[in-house]
């Protein structure tokens, strides 16, 4: 290890150290962490996570015996939400996190997956763009047929092969949402300018519930413009310990937004509208190596705080909107919040104001709806176990309430939440999960139908 790489470790160690103490060890985060709750076990629990940071900070354990117990934490962060001395975990966590990945070495699966998966592939608009071709002509070729026929990828890695298994149809990349311009509906009061936010894993795997939220926002008045250039929003990068590289994410989409007059950014992932809203806290724990003689620093500071101020998730900027005519569509439809939507970014009302005033469908509350799902980003590819505990957990609370329509607000969860489906044998007993967009633009389509 050179002296640069300890010295970053050790800086990471000192601010998430630092932090530790303002935890005044309640422990009324204990009921609301999913992996306490399914551990009793209090290393697994924020609580005694912060005491591990802390233990390492003062020297008295390793970063070694501390990163099992954060790798296992989902990062939902809902113990802040329950936190009453305003413990900023998330920051604590993502510090540690960069740390360890320092100074702590990791098994090659998961070193591969970190390099290839989060480093270039997420890590810049053009190997996303290429990512995105390839899952296309995975499709498209018939070498979907043959994985799955072969049942390869379940045996060599089945968390992800169960990932694989409920892929949606990719859209042709020239028909993705980034692939358009501005656009706006004529004969609708124009109520403002927004700049989409496409997200990396969103772009590739579910474009078309961008599309479907593009129309939703252009029915509802806004013009609507996909800045060209943006990328990965970077929460993956923070969550796994790459902070650098997240910074630079961070600073990539800030250019390619402001390259675009609008009066919001919008986004339609929970996970990527809190890292959005986040940035001006990214940028300023960012250590340039040189902080105090950095003269772009203070003014990166600025323009994400002006970046930060746009941000709206989509329910937000709609939930009391006016919307047109919508068709009735039929059933009971329940929802899951998205952990950063809930408990970072606080929205919690707007999603389901929006459903409920979707005609026709009858709205019941998810019991829990405000725990994790254990999708966390990569989570339920490096922690499967724990991942699929939790889960099982939602999916019995989903069952309980009957419901035909899963919504969610959250491309981790999506995904997840559709893994759950086929496992549970809901999807088979008719649960569909959609993301609140979708169903917007469905009952807007039947709406306009019905009254031509």
Same mark, same amino acid.
């Given at each position: 290890?050179?002296?640069?790489?300890?010295?970053?470790?050790?800086?990471?160690?000192?601010?998430?150290?630092?932090?530790?103490? &303002?935890?005044?060890?309640?422990?009324?985060? /204990?009921?609301?962490?999913?992996?306490?709750?399914?551990?009793?076990?209090? $290393?697994?629990? $924020?609580?005694?996570?912060?005491?591990?940071? #802390?233990?390492?900070?003062?020297?008295?354990?390793?970063?070694?015996? @501390?990163?099992?117990?954060?790798?296992?934490?989902?990062?939902?962060?809902?113990?802040?939400?329950?936190?009453?001395?305003?413990?900023?975990?998330?920051?604590?966590?993502?510090?540690?996190?960069?740390? !360890?990945?320092?100074?702590?070495?990791?098994?090659?699966?998961?070193?591969?997956?970190?390099?290839?998966?989060?480093? &270039?592939?997420?890590?810049?608009?053009?190997?996303?763009? /290429?990512?995105?071709?390839?899952?296309?002509?995975?499709?498209?070729?018939?070498?979907?047929?043959?994985?799955?026929?072969?049942? +390869?990828?379940? #045996?060599?890695?089945? *968390?992800?092969?169960?990932?694989?298994?409920?892929?949606?149809?990719?859209?042709?990349?020239?028909?993705?949402?980034?692939?358009?311009?501005? =656009?706006?509906?004529?004969? @609708?009061?124009?109520?403002?300018?927004?700049?989409?936010?496409?997200?990396? %894993?969103?772009?590739?795997?579910?474009?078309?519930? *961008?599309?479907?939220?593009?129309?939703?926002?252009?029915?509802?008045?806004?013009?609507? %413009?996909?800045?060209?250039?943006?990328?990965?929003?970077?929460?993956?990068?923070?969550?796994?310990?790459?902070?650098?590289?997240?910074?630079?994410?961070?600073?990539?989409?800030?250019?390619?937004?402001?390259? @675009?007059?609008?009066?919001?950014?919008?986004?339609?992932?929970?996970?990527?509208?809190?890292?959005?809203?986040?940035?001006?806290?990214?940028?300023?724990?960012?250590?340039?190596?040189?902080?105090?003689?950095?003269?772009?620093?203070?003014?990166?500071?600025?323009?994400?705080?002006?970046?930060?101020?746009?941000?709206?998730?989509? *329910?937000?900027?709609?939930?009391?909107?006016?919307?047109?005519?919508?068709? #009735?569509?039929?059933? !009971?439809?329940?929802?899951?919040?998205?952990?950063?939507?809930?408990?970072?970014?606080?929205?919690?009302? $707007?999603?389901? &104001?929006?459903?409920?005033?979707?005609?026709?469908?009858?709205? !019941?509350?998810?019991?829990?709806?405000?725990?994790?799902?254990?999708?966390?980003?990569?989570?339920? /590819?490096?922690?499967?176990?724990?991942?699929?505990?939790?889960?099982?957990?939602?999916?019995?609370?989903?069952?309980?309430?009957?419901?035909?329509? +899963?919504?969610?607000?959250?491309?981790?969860?999506?995904?997840?939440? /559709?893994?759950?489906?086929?496992?549970?044998?809901?999807?088979?007993?008719?649960?569909? @999960?959609?993301?609140?967009?979708?169903?917007?633009?469905?009952?807007?389509?039947?709406?306009? !139908?019905? =009254?031509?």
């Amino acid at each position: 290890m050179t002296g640069t790489t300890q010295r970053a470790a050790s800086d990471w160690l000192d601010t998430a150290g630092d932090l530790t103490y &303002r935890c005044i060890r309640c422990g009324f985060c /204990l009921p609301a962490c999913p992996t306490y709750g399914q551990t009793l076990l209090e $290393p697994e629990s $924020p609580r005694g996570r912060i005491a591990l940071v #802390r233990a390492a900070y003062e020297g008295m354990l390793s970063l070694s015996d @501390v990163a099992p117990h954060l790798d296992l934490c989902i990062g939902c962060r809902a113990c802040e939400t329950a936190c009453p001395a305003g413990v900023p975990y998330g920051a604590i966590l993502e510090q540690a996190r960069a740390a !360890v990945e320092r100074q702590v070495a990791r098994p090659w699966p998961e070193r591969l997956v970190r390099a290839v998966g989060i480093g &270039r592939i997420l890590g810049s608009p053009r190997w996303l763009r /290429l990512g995105g071709w390839l899952l296309w002509a995975y499709q498209a070729t018939g070498l979907q047929r043959v994985v799955r026929a072969t049942g +390869l990828l379940q #045996r060599l890695w089945p *968390s992800l092969g169960r990932l694989e298994a409920v892929l949606p149809p990719v859209p042709a990349p020239w028909r993705k949402a980034g692939s358009r311009g501005a =656009g706006t509906r004529t004969g @609708v009061p124009r109520r403002g300018r927004v700049a989409f936010f496409l997200g990396c %894993v969103q772009e590739m795997a579910l474009a078309d519930v *961008s599309r479907a939220a593009i129309r939703v926002l252009e029915a509802a008045g806004f013009e609507v %413009v996909v800045p060209q250039g943006q990328g990965c929003c970077g929460a993956v990068h923070a969550h796994a310990g790459q902070l650098e590289q997240a910074v630079r994410q961070a600073r990539r989409n800030i250019e390619a937004f402001e390259r @675009v007059q609008a009066d919001y950014v919008v986004n339609i992932a929970g996970g990527c509208g809190a890292q959005l809203k986040e940035y001006p806290k990214l940028l300023a724990h960012v250590r340039d190596g040189d902080r105090g003689r950095d003269p772009e620093r203070q003014r990166w500071l600025e323009r994400a705080r002006r970046f930060a101020e746009r941000v709206r998730d989509f *329910s937000e900027l709609l939930a009391d909107a006016p919307l047109p005519p919508m068709g #009735r569509l039929e059933g !009971v439809v329940t929802y899951q919040d998205s952990c950063h939507l809930r408990h970072v970014q606080r929205v919690v009302e $707007p999603p389901r &104001r929006l459903l409920r005033r979707i005609p026709g469908l009858t709205y !019941v509350e998810l019991p829990e709806a405000d725990r994790c799902c254990g999708a966390g980003g990569i989570y339920n /590819l490096t922690q499967p176990e724990m991942s699929e505990q939790v889960l099982d957990r939602k999916m019995a609370h989903v069952r309980a309430t009957g419901a035909t329509i +899963l919504a969610v607000a959250n491309t981790p969860c999506h995904l997840q939440l /559709l893994v759950g489906a086929r496992k549970s044998g809901l999807d088979r007993q008719g649960l569909r @999960v959609r993301h609140i967009a979708e169903l917007l633009d469905e009952a807007i389509a039947r709406g306009r !139908v019905s =009254g031509d």
